[in-house]
């Protein structure tokens, strides 16, 4: 949506009409982050890219469990893997997610802490 005076927003908005496509992706991707462990592991992500041995310690999760959110997340689209010899690094493939998972979690604190709200 433009502003009052017609430029677009700031932040890289996509200026184009929301369709039923568009809603469903969407909605698969708030459900695929409904789970606190994945939606732990893309914050986690959201800063910098790891290994399942490194996610694993840092969720406090067996690494075989965190290996299946990780999977469900690659299969939604949400993460990409690269290898790195014998080693698996995930990482977010865009700032759109990393943006996303921050401002939520960033919404969240405002819910727990009482502090005001803000742009």
Known sequence: MASRDGTPPAGG??????GARELDAAA????LLA???RLHLVWLLSHAESDVSA???AVGAARPAVSQHLAK???GGLVE???EGRRV???LPDGHMRRMVVEAVSHADHQVTGEPWHD
């Not at 908005?13 to 929301?18: D, K, M, N, V």
């Not at 698969?28 to 459900?31: D, H, I, L, M, P």
């Open 13 to 18: 908005t996509h200026q184009r009409t929301l």
């Open 28 to 31: 698969r991707v708030f459900a």
């Open 35 to 37: 789970d606190p462990t």
């Open 55 to 57: 996610l694993a310690e």
């Open 73 to 75: 997340l690659r299969l």
């Open 81 to 83: 893997t690269r290898k």
């Open 89 to 91: 690094v995930y990482s």
